[in-house]
């Protein structure tokens, strides 16, 4: 509840008033803030039809903070003016002060000051007039005291530009009696007690009506990321196509299911510590299938399955090494070959969702470290109209529908396509995914039939959850510069199918 002693003010004002009263005029004339008496309209019209009160807006100008200091100290050109004496001031002594830069050039255009560059000490100031008229600071004082409609409106542009002035909205009330107006208020009850239904005196009370529209208490509880939101819908749609999820409980790989099982040469730029992040302990894994290694090692070094390899010297300490999986396609390259080692083959679609990590340089689109969705689809006989075709209906169920396709260059894919979806925030096409045909070098050592192609593709989990949200920058949505508020009041993703 306001203050009993306005609101009985602001009540005496209204009932003087003929047609009412505004409620800014109010607070200027009690030397009031304007929420004070704004907090007893809000009181006045809780307790019931007393008093009507009509919001209106109108727009004024105000002083900055800088604008204030201006209008009690004078403007920074005057200041300027003022510190140099009649012997001159060195320029570099001016530039210490804190108004010196901006007081310079302003000074410097109204011709109050010169800067001989030639003298004996170095550039010095002397000063071109006897005495100065600091216009802004009359122009500053004459808003303050409420007589802007005396500036023309080019100088008060002049002044916004300097940022010495501001426009601004201003909300008021226009208050007027209502149907019950009274002087004086009588405390509604809020609560019928056993005392009032015992005594009876709850007849003779007036009971403050109930608000049946009021919002309740939002109750606390955790919320998920949008990441968790858009991994959730991404994970729904594999699963409506029918795929199945791969394991992805290991962040660490070898560098031979990583890179070598993939055809990828031990000499390529990606494996690289500029693009990779190796572990120093435990620095080497041990554990391989040796059958499966000796014909990736054959088939990188001398070739084969109609290939002529890498034609280099493969290395088994290069496969051992560690790092943090650059991709998902490891765990792709895993299962791929425990389906290669079944009696029979029988078609699958695999699909995995979790986090990878490559050595990027950080900027509005790339992380070190981000997820990377998966989907592969192992049968007889699939083309890379196959591969379009199920990239265009796995994109669509996501809501987008703007997609691109450009030719690209993988060492484990054969044909590859870039996929690129315009971001509307952006306002480009940016790279969403990575997809083609697995090749016969990585597949057929494995063992799978030779009539069997795989295709597949990769995307960001970040960039998606980009588009569908609006954020511009991931270092907005993943890291240290997250605004949590974000992550309160994200709405529920619901990717149009």
Same mark, same amino acid.
């Given at each position: ?17 003929? *047609? ?17 008496? /704004? ?28 604008? =204030? ?10 200041? /300027? ?17 804190? +108004?010196?830069?901006?007081? +310079? ?37 004459? /808003? ?22 501001? &426009? ?8 007027? @009696?209502?149907?019950? #107006?009274? =002087? ?47 991994? %959730? ?38 494996? *690289?510590?500029?693009?990779?992040? #190796? ?8 554990? #391989? ?39 998902? %396609? ?7 070959? @425990? ?6 083959? =029988? ?13 990027? %340089? ?7 470290? +981000? ?37 690209? +260059? ?13 971001? &509307?925030?952006?306002?480009?096409? /940016? ?33 998606? %959850? ?32």
């Amino acid at each position: 509840m306001a203050d009993t002693g306005v609101v009985e003010t602001l009540l005496q004002r209204i009932e003087k008033a003929d *047609d009412g009263v505004d409620s800014l005029e109010v607070a200027n004339s009690l030397g009031l803030d304007h929420q004070v008496i /704004v907090g007893a309209v809000k009181s006045l019209q809780a307790v019931g039809d007393v008093i009507s009160a009509e919001l209106r807006s109108s727009k004024r100008w105000e002083l900055t903070d800088e604008g =204030t200091e201006i209008a009690e100290q004078g403007s920074q050109e005057a200041r /300027v003016f003022g510190s140099v004496p009649v012997e001159g001031l060195a320029q570099s002594e001016l530039m210490k002060l804190s +108004f010196g830069k901006i007081g +310079f050039s302003k000074a410097m255009s109204n011709k109050w000051i010169r800067v001989d560059k030639a003298h004996e000490g170095g550039p010095r100031i002397f000063r071109t007039v006897e005495s100065i008229d600091d216009q802004v600071r009359q122009k500053l004082l004459l /808003v303050q005291k409420g007589n802007t409609s005396q500036l023309e409106e080019k100088e008060k542009n002049e002044l916004k530009k300097r940022k010495l002035l501001s &426009e601004v909205t201003v909300k008021t009330y226009w208050i007027t @009696k209502g149907n019950s #107006f009274s =002087t004086t208020l009588t405390k509604q009850e809020t609560e019928l007690t056993p005392e009032m239904i015992a005594t009876g005196n709850w007849k003779e009370k007036k009971f403050k009506p109930y608000n049946f529209e009021a919002m309740g208490v939002a109750p606390d509880c955790g919320h998920l990321h949008p990441l968790m939101k858009v991994r %959730t819908q991404f994970r729904q749609i594999f699963l409506e196509m029918g795929f199945t999820e791969m394991p992805t409980n290991n962040f660490i790989e070898s560098s031979f299911w990583n890179f070598d099982s993939l055809f990828q040469p031990q000499q390529h730029p990606a494996r *690289d510590q500029h693009d990779t992040f #190796f572990l120093s302990d435990p620095a080497l894994a041990h554990e #391989f299938p040796q059958d499966y290694l000796e014909r990736v090692k054959r088939v990188h070094s001398e070739g084969g399955f109609g290939s002529q390899g890498y034609k280099y010297d493969w290395k088994i300490e290069e496969a051992q090494k560690n790092i943090l999986r650059t991709h998902t %396609t490891a765990v792709s390259a895993r299962m791929l070959y @425990k389906l290669a080692q079944q009696e029979k083959f =029988t078609p699958v679609k695999y699909f995995s969702i979790d986090r990878v990590f490559r050595n990027e %340089t950080l900027d509005a689109t790339h992380l070190a470290e +981000f997820h990377q969705i998966e989907g592969v689809v192992a049968d007889y006989g699939l083309t890379l109209g196959d591969l379009m075709g199920i990239l265009h209906q796995f994109f669509t169920k996501l809501g987008i529908t703007k997609l691109r396709f450009k030719p690209a +260059f993988n060492p484990y894919t054969e044909p590859s396509m870039e996929v690129f979806s315009y971001h &509307e925030g952006l306002k480009k096409w /940016v790279e969403v995914g990575n997809s083609g045909i697995f090749r016969p070098e990585m597949l057929l050592p494995m063992g799978l039939p030779e009539d069997v192609s795989v295709i597949a593709w990769g995307l960001s989990l970040e960039r998606p %959850t980009m588009i569908k949200y609006g954020i511009n920058n991931i270092r907005e949505l993943v890291g240290h510069k997250v605004n949590l508020q974000m992550v309160y009041d994200s709405p529920i993703c619901r990717l149009e199918s």
